[in-house]
């Protein structure tokens, strides 16, 4: 927040009972985490929910009845239908439609949206197949933290533990690991279609996914595969995806040059490349996107969402 200048005249942090009462930096100061409780969020106006969806549900109401604007990073509320889902640069204008309560998507589905929204102003999307590369921060610290400590395991001659996903991270990819469905997909897979469709009000959209967990501590990527309805040729696409808000096209493998998570990670940006003609039919895109899932995948999207909020006079 501080690095955006956002106008908040006071910031309070809060946290779990184990948290309570360590300190955690802001804006060149250090806050005092406090304890969650439903008097917290007396004269709030923004309350920003990033602590899991079984807490969402059960505070997120409690901060909206006491008259905080809430800005939830969790699964709880974004497909309810008096719930905008919102990614500011493809639909902001959904933002006054709230009651109290607007949801930030899941993170792979953030830069996505951000792609299809660009291309669909050109020509209609008919079908997306997508493939994620999902660094451990998604899964938060604890896997972060687990995928150093395997690492280092490793490296050092030892067996690494596995405690904060079902199978050994570093040195490995997994395909899965979110609850599966009956028929395969899991609940993963099914968020980035469902909340995609949300977020470009097209219900019936043709979209599938598969999640992968990769050893990368930040930074999510996606191979995706996009069919439009007219011919969208690759240095159409570089164009388009070049001038959207919150883009960056590197394109030049002959140079090298293409996103990696390592070099994206820290970035506000959604960076694209491996921009391509489908050769495999007559009107497909394929390219590869990263974002740093912490920053628009999470925090800075939220942020984003608040200072929307307050342009558009709803704060
Ligand atoms: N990481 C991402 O890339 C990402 C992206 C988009 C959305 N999200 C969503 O954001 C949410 C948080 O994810 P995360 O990755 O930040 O998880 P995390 O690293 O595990 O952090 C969870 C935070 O929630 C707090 N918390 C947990 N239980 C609480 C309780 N009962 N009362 C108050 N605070 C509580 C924790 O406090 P303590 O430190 O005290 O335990 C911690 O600060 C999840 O819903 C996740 O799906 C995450």
């Known amino acids: 927040m501080p690095t955006r200048g956002f106008p908040a005249a006071s910031v309070s942090a809060i946290a779990s009972e184990r948290s309570v009462g360590s300190q955690v930096a802001y804006n060149g100061d250090q806050l005092t985490i406090r304890r969650l409780s439903e008097d ?94 999902q660094a451990a921060s998604g899964a938060g610290r604890a896997l972060m933290d687990e995928l150093e400590s395997q690492t280092e395991a490793i490296a050092a001659s030892k067996t690494p533990e596995v405690n904060a996903t079902s199978h050994q991270l570093a040195y490995n990819v997994i395909p899965g690991g979110w609850k599966p469905d009956a028929d395969g997909y899991n609940e993963e897979e099914m968020k980035l279609v469902a909340e995609t469709r949300k977020i470009l009000h097209d219900p019936t959209l043709h979209i599938a996914a598969t999640c992968v967990r990769v050893p990368v501590p930040i930074g999510h990527s996606e191979s995706v595969l996009i069919e439009t309805g007219d011919k969208i040729s690759a240095s159409d696409a570089r164009l388009i995806l070049g001038e959207a808000p919150g883009m960056i096209v590197e394109d030049d493998p002959h140079a090298k040059l293409y996103p990696t998570p390592h070099g994206v990670a820290g970035k506000d940006e959604v960076y694209v490349g491996r921009i391509r003609d489908d050769i495999s039919s007559s009107h497909g895109l394929m390219l590869w996107l990263v974002s740093d899932n912490l920053r628009k995948g999470a925090a800075l999207n939220a942020v984003q969402i608040a200072e929307h909020a307050l342009e558009m006079g709803v704060i």
């Open 40 to 133: 917290a969020f007396k004269g709030i106006d923004v309350a920003m929910f990033a602590a899991g969806a079984d807490v969402s549900l059960l505070y997120a109401p409690v901060a909206a009845e006491a008259g905080a604007l809430v800005i939830d990073k969790s699964s709880a509320w974004r497909m309810k239908a008096n719930v905008p889902l919102v990614v500011p640069e493809v639909n902001g204008g959904d933002i006054h439609a709230n009651e109290g309560i607007i949801a930030s998507p899941n993170c792979t589905t953030i830069p996505l949206t951000m792609v299809l929204d660009a291309l669909r102003k050109r020509t209609p999307i008919r079908r997306v197949v997508v493939s994620t590369y």
